[in-house]
């Protein structure tokens, strides 16, 4: 009998244990909810948006956390014989050539932007677009003409030497020394300030510069003091990206002879010194990301308002006596910067084809451009149209961090992100190592950027309401994206892709470490064909290069 009651006692006891476990189990749940609710401000998207879009982010910053990981395991003698005889000087000619060449380029933009946009220059409607051209010629085939032209046995030397001048003095241009590099990157880079501080001169408020001159100030007094703050901004725009630029660049640099980050990068790699080129990659990510926090800063410290509701367009400035001075600097920049090297390449493609250099062997190498370029653009367009979609419509920590570390690789020299390829597909995935499809990743880490602002830029024209009358009739998040969504910002998307295919064409450092054996592109072959000084083979190639880049240059224009 007591038996009895004690087990009813015991069953009764772990029923009300059950019920209460079921409870707090239910409470947990809620607490969750809210929780997950309150992440996603009452909107959170579908399980299929938020995986796509976590492992993309994932996809984009395992190969750097896998070279900074790397790195921290070098070895003590790594760090101890790069750091007491290596970094330091890598670190003066990388940071010397950044700053020299951005603030070059930023002085020859912006007065370029100023006289081309707000004085009366002769056919200024064409120098906006002329003076854009830069953009379309990679610094790395810049680097080619100008050592044909410039170089020990270049066109500029046998005029020296056929001329009085020879015996005056020695040919005075050293185009292999920082100078030169100097030269180069400066002259292919300045369109970045260019064509922003261009579009901010269009924006800029007559009103403002109407108080200045009753005032009294005079022109160049109402440029330096109401003009040139209001254009900080975007210089530090145009800034950020020429300093990344010169930092990730590895074409031009390696041709003219001049060693920085990611040529000693590049060269440890190719020396199979793995744990040194880990160091002085992750030294290399620590700059980069103090040269973002330092624009980040300043640009949160310094804000530039146009308040007036007032909008005037500005006056077109008379050059008066100065427009002789004026045609003549923008035609010797146009001059060094777009004509001459157009007509180096024309010169020996016209060679070239004469040589029988335009054949099979070179369309194959067209051909593997197109294929790996073109597979990068489809894979970014598929994963940026996700990320986007998360971002503006369902906003939270999570698709801002999400979106946030989709950008890692394009901050990032393509010679990083291809080392941490190599890590990870040697040690990983092997059936992918030494195929083209890794070459296609690292052009989708490096460039998807670019395939999410053209979609966003798109995405942000479509009216949410759109997207919550597909809700209302029982669609998921992901299929009101490709269903409603997708249809109607397609030309952003496209325009997005088409700047990581021609992007993806140019990319030379991550090509020249991650192609397989016997896959050559034509960013490959123009680098070996010129750096044996065998110009006719090159210049076709380089010139293809440069016809295909004018898609990236019209989008911008348009944007600009």
Same mark, same amino acid.
């Given at each position: 009998?007591?038996?009895?009651?004690?087990?009813?006692?015991?069953?009764?006891?772990?029923?009300?244990?059950?019920?209460?476990?079921?409870?707090?189990?239910?409470?947990?749940?809620?607490?969750m909810?809210?929780?997950?609710?309150?992440?996603?401000?009452?909107?959170?998207?579908?399980?299929?948006?938020?995986?796509?879009?976590?492992?993309?982010?994932?996809?984009?910053? =395992?190969?750097?956390?896998?070279?900074?990981?790397?790195?921290?395991?070098?070895?003590?003698?790594?760090?101890?014989?790069?750091?007491?005889?290596?970094?330091?000087?890598?670190?003066?000619?990388?940071?010397?050539?950044?700053?020299? =060449?951005?603030?070059?380029?930023?002085?020859?933009?912006?007065?370029?932007?100023?006289?081309?946009?707000?004085?009366?220059?002769?056919?200024?409607k064409?120098?906006?677009?002329?003076?854009?051209?830069?953009?379309?010629?990679?610094?790395?085939?810049?680097?080619?003409?100008?050592?044909?032209?410039?170089?020990?046995?270049?066109?500029?030397?046998d005029?020296?030497?056929?001329?009085?001048?020879?015996?005056?003095?020695?040919?005075?241009?050293?185009?292999?020394?920082?100078?030169?590099?100097?030269? *180069?990157?400066?002259?292919?880079?300045?369109?970045?300030?260019?064509?922003?501080?261009?579009?901010?001169?269009?924006?800029?408020?007559?009103?403002?510069?109407e108080?200045?001159?009753?005032?009294?100030?005079?022109?160049?007094?109402?440029?330096?003091?109401?003009?040139?703050?209001?254009?900080?901004?975007?210089?530090?725009?145009?800034?950020?990206?020429?300093?990344?630029?010169?930092?990730?660049?590895?074409?031009?640099?390696?041709?003219?002879?001049?060693?920085?980050?990611?040529?000693?990068?590049?060269?440890?790699?190719?020396?199979?010194?793995?744990?040194?080129?880990?160091?002085?990659?992750?030294?290399?990510?620590?700059?980069? =990301?103090?040269?973002?926090?330092?624009?980040?800063?300043?640009?949160?410290?310094?804000?530039?308002?146009?308040?007036?509701?007032?909008?005037?367009?500005?006056?077109?400035?008379?050059?008066?006596?100065?427009?002789? +001075?004026?045609?003549?600097?923008?035609?010797?920049?146009?001059?060094?910067?777009?004509?001459?090297?157009?007509?180096?390449?024309?010169?020996? *493609?016209?060679?070239?084809?004469?040589?029988?250099?335009?054949?099979?062997?070179?369309?194959?190498?067209?051909?593997?451009?197109?294929?790996?370029?073109?597979?990068?653009?489809?894979? /970014?367009?598929?994963?940026?149209?996700?990320?986007?979609?998360?971002?503006?419509?369902?906003?939270?920590?999570?698709?801002?961090?999400?979106?946030?570390?989709?950008?890692?690789?394009?901050?990032?020299?393509? =010679?990083?992100?291809?080392?941490?390829?190599?890590?990870?597909?040697?040690?990983?995935?092997?059936?992918?190592?030494?195929?083209?499809?890794?070459?296609?990743?690292?052009?989708?880490?490096?460039?998807?950027?670019q395939?999410m602002?053209?979609?966003?830029?798109s995405l942000?024209?479509?009216s949410?309401?759109?997207?919550?009358?597909?809700?209302?009739?029982?669609?998921?998040?992901?299929?009101?994206?490709?269903?409603?969504?997708?249809?109607t910002?397609?030309?952003?998307?496209?325009?997005?892709?088409?700047?990581?295919? +021609? /992007? /993806?064409?140019?990319e030379?450092?991550?090509?020249?470490?991650?192609?397989?054996?016997?896959?050559?592109?034509?960013?490959?072959?123009v680098?070996?064909?010129?750096?044996?000084?065998?110009?006719?083979q090159?210049?076709?190639?380089?010139?293809?290069?440069?016809?295909?880049?004018?898609?990236?240059?019209?989008?911008?224009?348009?944007?600009?």
């Open positions: 009998m007591t038996n009895r009651r004690d087990g009813h006692h015991q069953e009764k006891t772990n029923t009300e244990d059950g019920k209460v476990e079921d409870r707090r189990s239910s409470t947990l749940l809620r607490v909810n809210r929780w997950w609710m309150d992440i996603w401000k009452g909107n959170p998207p579908g399980p299929v948006l938020l995986i796509i879009g976590v492992i993309t982010a994932i996809l984009m910053s =395992v190969p750097i956390l896998y070279v900074i990981w790397r790195a921290m395991f070098a070895g003590l003698d790594s760090w101890q014989r790069l750091l007491g005889d290596r970094i330091p000087g890598l670190i003066w000619d990388t940071l010397s050539l950044m700053v020299a =060449v951005t603030v070059a380029a930023i002085i020859i933009g912006v007065s370029l932007a100023w006289i081309v946009v707000r004085t009366d220059l002769p056919g200024r064409w120098w906006q677009w002329l003076m854009a051209l830069p953009l379309v010629i990679p610094p790395y085939v810049g680097a080619v003409t100008y050592i044909i032209v410039f170089g020990p046995s270049g066109w500029a030397r005029l020296w030497e056929s001329s009085f001048l020879m015996a005056l003095s020695d040919y005075p241009i050293n185009i292999y020394s920082f100078w030169g590099v100097f030269m *180069t990157l400066t002259l292919f880079t300045y369109p970045y300030v260019f064509l922003i501080a261009g579009a901010s001169l269009r924006k800029m408020n007559k009103s403002f510069e108080v200045a001159r009753s005032q009294g100030m005079s022109t160049s007094q109402i440029f330096f003091k109401v003009n040139l703050p209001l254009l900080r901004p975007a210089i530090g725009a145009g800034a950020i990206l020429i300093s990344l630029y010169v930092l990730s660049d590895f074409g031009a640099i390696a041709m003219l002879r001049y060693v920085t980050f990611t040529a000693a990068i590049y060269y440890q790699r190719a020396g199979f010194d793995i744990p040194a080129a880990s160091v002085l990659s992750l030294v290399l990510i620590v700059i980069t =990301v103090i040269i973002l926090w330092i624009e980040s800063y300043t640009r949160r410290k310094n804000k530039y308002y146009q308040t007036t509701n007032s909008y005037k367009a500005p006056d077109i400035l008379p050059l008066g006596r100065w427009k002789p +001075v004026a045609v003549f600097y923008v035609g010797l920049v146009f001059t060094v910067a777009v004509i001459l090297p157009i007509s180096v390449l024309i010169y020996w *493609t016209a060679i070239g084809a004469g040589a029988g250099a335009i054949d099979n062997r070179f369309f194959g190498f067209a051909w593997n451009s197109i294929r790996v370029s073109g597979l990068a653009a489809i894979i /970014s367009m598929l994963l940026a149209t996700p990320i986007i979609y998360l971002k503006s419509r369902h906003p939270s920590v999570i698709s801002s961090t999400i979106d946030k570390l989709s950008y890692g690789g394009y901050a990032l020299p393509g =010679v990083i992100v291809a080392l941490g390829l190599v890590f990870i597909f040697n040690n990983h995935i092997p059936m992918l190592y030494n195929t083209f499809y890794m070459i296609a990743i690292a052009f989708v880490v490096r460039f998807l950027p395939a602002q053209a979609g966003d830029a942000s024209l479509v949410p309401r759109m997207d919550e009358a597909a809700r209302s009739l029982g669609y998921p998040a992901w299929k009101v994206m490709f269903k409603v969504v997708l249809p910002i397609m030309p952003g998307v496209l325009a997005g892709g088409a700047l990581v295919f +021609v /992007s /993806s064409i140019k030379l450092p991550a090509t020249l470490m991650l192609r397989p054996p016997g896959f050559d592109t034509l960013a490959v072959r680098y070996y064909e010129a750096s044996e000084a065998i110009y006719h090159a210049a076709p190639g380089a010139l293809l290069i440069v016809l295909v880049s004018i898609i990236p240059l019209h989008y911008l224009l348009k944007k600009y």
